[in-house]
């Protein structure tokens, strides 16, 4: 921070007697990042927020939360509700003590199985979120904000904001098999070995580099992506295989995050608490079957309207299920 920034005193704002129990009724939401001083807790207040969005969210190495746990309590007494979170994309390269057999673990992979530097940052990677290991990651900074007061908890990029050339780590790769067995063995009662896999979905089953047991048990997408040329998948859409990829993608971050957000909702019950939930990249969607949350990265600009003013910039606040809106808000 600048030093001639330190010198400036924000305005004095009369607080709210309490924070509001309604996150319909507040008007003022901010992402102020981070907050880890009483300074910087009066510079949110000065811009009379009811919810400091991101106050406690932490990229690569977490700071000493418990020398800022008065931090909450200050917060409420001034009126506003305290926001933690984390990213759920970005992993660093030693964060937080992790070992390197930690980040092959609970990294992603390029098509070629190797690791995939974020924005030609070595040592900084996307994090799979396919994999048991880094999910419980995620889950433990969660609890640790809540267990410190934390009255919401922003995702950010909780589908693990994957690029084109990334996402094919053997986590990713084994939750793709088995939802090839669902649709096309389960659901459709075919064989695991037949002939419809290459006329389909363009999968020789029979080669041995492609399926060494003969069965769709052990694709190895990576390798029928570097058989094929397929390493943009971009460049192919509409492609059976890589439809079917995508499609897999979409119902594993739907999975994830109602598994993110019952645990976090189980977490603030034992506390005796409630904690708010929201993040980006969640756009509503109309179906047959009625509205649902489509897990995915969007771009989606929700209008500011005094109707809708929790609902900002294609952020979203869900109800205690991670699906659904909160009661009246119109997304």
Same mark, same amino acid.
């Given at each position: 921070m600048p030093e001639s920034w330190a010198a400036l005193e924000p305005p004095v704002v009369p607080p709210r007697p309490v924070p509001v129990a309604n996150i319909a009724d507040a008007m003022v939401f901010t992402v102020n990042e981070p907050i880890h001083t009483d300074w910087a807790l009066a510079l949110g207040r000065s811009t009379s927020a009811d919810v400091l969005i991101r106050a406690w969210l932490n990229w690569g190495s977490a700071p000493d939360w418990p020398e800022?746990? +008065? !931090?909450?309590?200050?917060?409420?007494?001034?009126?506003? *509700?305290? /926001?933690?979170? !984390?990213?759920?994309?970005? !992993?660093?390269?030693?964060?937080? /003590? !992790?070992? %390197?057999? %930690? *980040? *092959?673990?609970?990294?992603?992979?390029g098509w070629d199985g190797a690791l995939v530097d974020i924005a030609d940052s070595r040592g900084l990677h996307h994090g799979s979120v396919s994999g048991p290991r880094y999910l419980d990651y995620l889950l433990q900074w969660l609890r640790a904000k809540i267990a410190g007061g934390a009255d919401l908890l922003f995702m950010d990029e909780h589908d693990g904001a994957l690029g084109p050339f990334e996402g094919y780590d053997d986590h990713s790769i084994q939750e793709f098999r088995a939802y090839l067995r669902k649709e096309h063995v389960e659901r459709r009662g075919g064989s695991a070995s037949d002939w419809h896999? @290459?006329? &389909? =979905? %363009? #999968?020789? $089953? +029979?080669?041995?580099?492609?399926?060494? %047991?003969?069965? #769709?048990?052990?694709?190895?997408?990576?390798?029928? =992506? $570097?058989?094929? /040329? +397929? =390493?943009?998948?971009?460049? #192919? @859409? /509409? +492609?059976? =295989? $890589?439809?079917?990829?995508?499609?897999?993608?979409? &119902?594993r971050n739907a999975r994830v995050w109602a598994w993110l957000t019952e645990r976090v909702r189980l977490e603030a019950r034992a506390h005796g608490r409630r904690v708010f939930l929201c993040g980006n990249g969640l756009a509503p969607r109309r179906t047959a079957r009625g509205r649902f949350y489509q897990h995915r990265p969007c771009c989606r600009r929700v209008p500011w309207t005094s109707a809708n003013r929790r609902c900002i910039a294609g952020t979203h606040w869900c109800g205690a299920d991670g699906r659904s809106p909160v009661d009246g808000c119109p997304s």
């Open positions: 800022m746990a +008065h !931090l909450p309590a200050r917060a409420h007494a001034a009126g506003m *509700l305290w /926001g933690g979170g !984390l990213t759920c994309s970005a !992993l660093y390269r030693g964060e937080n /003590g !992790l070992t %390197d057999e %930690d *980040l *092959l673990d609970m990294a992603t992979r896999w @290459a006329t &389909e =979905l %363009d #999968i020789e $089953v +029979h080669d041995p580099a492609i399926c060494p %047991d003969g069965t #769709i048990a052990s694709f190895a997408f990576r390798a029928r =992506l $570097v058989q094929r /040329g +397929h =390493l943009n998948r971009l460049t #192919i @859409a /509409g +492609h059976s =295989l $890589v439809s079917a990829w995508e499609k897999s993608c979409d &119902e």
